[in-house]
Nanobody, 127 residues
Framework: QVQLEESGGGLVQTGGSLRLSCAAS????????AGWFRQSPGKEREFVAG????????YYSDSVKGRFTISGDSAKNTLYLQMNSLKPEDTAVYFC????????????????????WGQGTQVTVSS
């Protein structure tokens, strides 16, 4: 089993920045694919960014491309999401997710591709 715990959420003004962290524990050696998703009230959980451990492969939703950066530190078993130029529409609960299966690009964008999830951290962007 793998446990994921997010941190770093909070309240920020439009145009501000936040860095989310996701610390993994347990059987982390099997993790290959990781990603960030977000969910706003009344909306479905949506893909934000994805990452394949051990490679430089990163991918983003169109809504965050150029503003958000996903990265990982294998020594710390931690996944990050640097969020810049935040907008009110970025307000949501952000979740990190992980999978022990190597996913293709399209599969990595689906929440059903991930076996492990964190509890989420709230990000609120004020206008």
């Amino acid at each position: 089993q793998v446990q994921l715990e997010e941190s770093g959420g909070g309240l920020v003004q439009t145009g501000g920045s936040l860095r989310l962290s996701c610390a993994a524990s347990g059987r982390t050696f099997g993790i290959i694919t990781a990603g960030w998703f977000r969910q706003s009230p009344g909306k479905e959980r949506e893909f934000v960014a994805g990452f394949t451990w051990g490679t430089t492969s990163t991918y983003y939703s169109d809504s965050v491309k150029g503003r958000f950066t996903i990265s990982g530190d294998s020594a710390k078993n931690t996944l990050y999401l640097q969020m810049n130029s935040l907008k009110p529409e970025d307000t949501a609960v952000y979740f990190c997710a992980a999978s022990s299966v190597l996913r293709g690009l399209s599969q990595s964008r689906s929440s059903r591709s991930y076996e492990y999830w964190g509890q989420g951290t709230q990000v609120t962007v004020s206008s």
